[in-house]
């Protein structure tokens, strides 16, 4: 597990503007977990406050993919 604060120092590390995090569920079951959907909220939030997008959050398994922006609408981008 990353906190959202290693990951938004990577980010400023590198100067994103935008940035596209992914995880895996080997389960095979990519539906994102209460966990899962409250981490990436506290992390755009945290984004959006030093001026960095978060443009996708993926979740892969051996046989899927799910993203995020395509199915929650607080990842929408403004």
Do not use: Q, W
């Amino acid at each position: 597990m990353i906190s959202p604060r290693d990951i938004i120092s990577k980010a400023l590390m590198f100067h994103a503007s935008h940035i596209i995090i992914a995880h895996n569920h080997p389960s095979g079951e990519c539906t994102p977990s209460k966990t899962d959907i409250m981490m990436t909220k506290k992390l755009k939030e945290g984004l959006e406050l030093v001026g960095i997008g978060l443009y996708d959050h993926l979740i892969i398994s051996p046989k899927e993919s799910y993203s995020m922006k395509d199915h929650l609408p607080f990842m929408n981008i403004r």
